[in-house]
């Protein structure tokens, strides 16, 4: 496989939105070192939990927020008004020195840190032919892994400098995403006023192949958060070190960074609902052997079999939405599949709390990665007729 098949074929505004969320992401360190952050300030458990818990429930309204905005106000317009809005509210949360504007600012912050998202996805799916379409989508999952993979180790020296360095780096990021995107991307024209009616949120909960498809990934994702909620459960319960779950963790990171690219190009050959549908069951089935795993060469082995689906989902999820989409709705119906994700935050601990002691938890992502394959099979033919509609 060359370079040309893995990278080739993606065209100039593609690779802009490339290098602007590689630079967003570099960028985001404010969230995971905020919980230590508050801790230095003084703030209890209880109160770090309270901010924490107000921009995840934040985060619930930003992506149907960004996709109305999208469709209504144009992909360009929203992306860049998105990305200034997330840089002004991460240097109020730096300002913020009482409980209330730190909830104020994290609610804030949930709620617009995610409205750039379904109008760059848009942007994707609008630009970029339908064949190269699981590519482009792939590499942009990748790019988010290789910022992450950066940014955490360049946090951790950088915050021995202080917090505001990291805030200054978090905001400057989101500018220069805009930066890029205000001079490099060209404009583009809000979907006409009776496009948008013919296919609005409301139009879309009726299409059962895309609510199908959502909940499949909503599902999939949901068993995914075990790796952060289970997974350090059952190695505490094993008597294994923390730092095991940090090489489990960079092993997991590592195999995306270098086999995405590679994954992306020879599954993108293949009918996209059905890598879905088992890149989940393979997820499931890798978490559900940690439930019976006892030493550290154990785990590794279930980590290179769920970071194996992981592959597989993330070259697939968001063209899968993007195959069902009506011209100028790219935006609503992406932000439905950002959405899902924003649920999954809250519904893969409550899954984990609610399974786990009683030793479900893992068969039970076994079962529902099944349940998602099946789902998938039994969608193929609506999924089809409905793909078929839009492309031709």
């Keep these: 496989m060359t370079l040309t098949t893995v990278f080739g074929g993606l065209p100039k505004v593609f690779w802009l939105l490339f290098s602007g969320q590689l630079v967003n992401r570099f960028g985001a360190v404010v969230l995971p070192f905020l919980v230590f952050y508050l801790g230095a300030k003084g703030f209890s458990p209880a109160e770090i939990a309270g901010v924490m818990s107000a921009y995840g429930l934040g985060g619930l309204g930003g992506q149907p927020i960004g996709g109305y905005l999208a469709d209504r106000f144009g992909r360009k317009l929203t992306l860049i008004g998105g990305l200034l809005v997330t840089a002004a509210c991460l240097v109020l949360i730096g ?14 912050l949930g709620l617009v840190g995610d409205v750039y998202r379904p109008a760059a996805s848009a942007m994707v799916a609008e630009t970029t032919p339908g064949p190269q379409r699981a590519k482009a989508f792939g590499l942009m999952h990748w790019a988010i892994n290789v910022g992450a993979a950066i940014s955490g180790a360049a946090a951790g020296l950088l915050l021995a400098h202080g917090y505001w360095v990291l ?3 978090d905001a400057g990021s989101s500018v220069v995403f805009a930066v890029i995107v205000a001079f490099g991307v060209p404009g583009d024209r809000p979907a006409a006023r009776a ?32 790796v952060k909620y289970g997974l350090p459960l059952k190695l505490a319960a094993d008597g294994l070190p923390p730092s ?5 963790i960079t092993l997991n990171a590592g195999i995306v960074v270098l086999f995405q690219p590679v994954a992306v190009a020879w599954l993108s050959r293949y009918r996209r609902l059905p890598v879905l549908g088992v890149s989940i069951a393979v997820i499931g089935v890798g978490l559900a052997l940690t439930g019976v795993a006892d030493h550290a060469w154990q785990y590794v082995v279930t980590v290179l079999i769920w970071s194996a689906g992981e592959l597989g989902m993330a070259a697939v999820e968001a063209v899968v939405i993007a195959d069902l989409t009506p011209e100028g709705s790219h935006g609503t119906y992406q932000a439905l599949y950002g959405w899902a994700a924003a649920v999954s ?20 992502c076994a079962a529902l990665g099944l349940g998602c394959l ?10 089809a007729r409905r793909a078929a509609l839009i492309a031709g």
């Design 95 to 108: 300002l913020a020195s009482s409980l209330v504007w730190l909830v104020t600012g994290a609610v804030a």
């Design 167 to 169: 805030v200054a780096l």
């Design 195 to 226: 496009r948008r009616e013919r296919a609005g949120y409301g139009v879309a909960l009726k299409d059962p192949a895309l609510v199908g498809s959502v909940l499949i990934i909503l599902v999939g994702l949901t068993i995914y958060g075990q």
């Design 244 to 248: 095991l779950f940090g090489l489990l």
């Design 345 to 364: 935050r809250f519904a893969a601990p409550a899954l984990g709390a609610l399974l786990y002691g009683s030793g479900l938890l893992w068969w039970s």
């Design 374 to 383: 099946a789902l998938a099979l039994v969608l193929m033919p609506s999924f």
